[in-house]
């Protein structure tokens, strides 16, 4: 008998993320749910690898020195990419981050995001709709593919149309919530967003020195209380 031949498709992450000085901001708490702020260039959450310890549900575990308490039940009901900044809300017991993982995955919790792309957008506003698969050959990508993917669907306006070099400040509204959905819908259309190491261009990596991508708003209903709730975050570019 032969022996097994190993798997073509055995992921392997090497990436060992930088240490991030910016620290997880609290922008709201109460007794159920915070509304955080998390910085460009911090994992959600700690990496298998053991050097990829911080993040911000550790940081929000443990408490940060001089910044924020520890919340030893916190759970992040959702995730940004490393590289992706802005607003979050975390569960601060089982019970509240059990709600909000219904409302997530329900698609009742509205998103916005800013994203700076490369180039002019030739329409004011539109509808991105691409399917969405993993890319076995090519972790962590993703890539479109419309036999295996599941359903996405991405909004756009553009706000403003800047020069030199040409780029667009959009306000995106994701419709679906798939892994890197925003960033492939960019290079989907052919303006990938600025700083994005993974779904580039020639050029558009090196126009900027972080992911232009930022989370702004989140609106949701509260655990408890029911009440909708409107958290907001300031685009820092």
């Known amino acids: 008998m032969s022996k097994a031949e190993p798997s073509t498709h055995a992921v392997v992450d090497e990436f060992i993320a930088p240490a991030c000085e910016d620290v997880v901001v609290v922008l709201y708490q109460d007794d159920d749910i915070l509304l955080i702020e998390k910085p460009s260039g911090l994992l959600s959450l700690s990496g298998k690898n053991p050097l990829n310890w911080d993040s911000v549900h550790y940081r929000l575990v443990h408490g940060q020195e001089g910044a924020s308490a520890a919340f030893p039940a916190a759970k992040l009901p959702h995730r940004l990419d490393f590289g992706t900044s802005g607003i979050m809300v975390v569960g601060l017991h089982a019970g509240s981050a059990q709600h909000l993982n219904k409302q997530f995955q329900s698609g009742s919790i509205q998103k916005r995001y800013l994203a700076m792309l490369e180039e002019w957008l030739v329409d004011d506003q539109g509808q991105i709709k691409a399917a969405i698969a993993k ?3 090519h972790f962590p990508k993703v ?5 295996s993917g599941k359903a996405a669907t991405s909004e756009y306006a553009v706000l403003n149309r800047l020069e030199q070099p040409r780029r ?3 306000q995106f509204t994701p419709r679906t919530g798939r892994t890197h959905q925003l960033r492939i819908h960019s290079q989907a259309i052919g303006h990938p967003i600025l700083g994005c190491d993974l779904y580039n ?3 558009s ?14 609106i949701f ?3 408890r209380t029911g009440k909708r709730m409107h958290g907001k975050s300031a685009c820092p570019f």
């Open 205 to 218: 990596e090196k126009l900027a020195d972080r992911l232009l991508l930022h989370a702004t708003e989140l």
């Open 221 to 223: 209903d509260h655990p």
């Open 201 to 203: 261009s020639a050029q």
């Open 143 to 147: 890539k479109i593919c419309p036999l």
């Open 168 to 170: 667009s400040l959009v």
């Open 135 to 137: 890319d076995k050959n």
